[in-house]
């Protein structure tokens, strides 16, 4: 997310979608580098609520790092 300077409600609406969709498929969802302004929209949408705070990273290593992480623990249980 690192090109994303804002996002719209439509961008919204889909990026949900995606999340639902993956995480019902059984997905790790993560998103990284998301900036400030794209964040704000987001919390005001209440998408920041449904991702979760642990599943925002300031880099993809960093979410490669949690998700080798979850898997050696055998936790990598997506959220519903």
């Known amino acids: 997310m690192r090109n994303v300077l804002t996002i719209d409600s439509t961008?919204?609406?889909v990026?949900?979608?995606l999340i639902r969709?993956?995480?019902r498929?059984?997905?790790l969802v993560s998103l990284t580098a998301v900036?400030?302004?794209a964040?704000?929209?987001m919390a005001r949408r209440d998408l920041l609520d449904e991702i979760g705070d642990d599943c925002l990273?300031?880099?993809v290593e960093d979410a490669m790092e949690r998700a080798r992480g979850d898997l050696i623990r055998g936790s990598a249980?997506?959220?519903t």
Do not use: Q, W, Y
Request: no cysteine; net charge positive; aromatic share 4%.
């Open 11 to 13: 961008a919204m609406h």
């Open 15 to 17: 990026l949900g979608d």
């Open 21 to 23: 969709r993956s995480r």
């Open 25 to 27: 498929d059984g997905m």
């Open 35 to 37: 900036r400030s302004r």
């Open 39 to 41: 964040l704000m929209a």
């Open 57 to 59: 990273f300031g880099s």
């Open 77 to 79: 249980s997506p959220r």
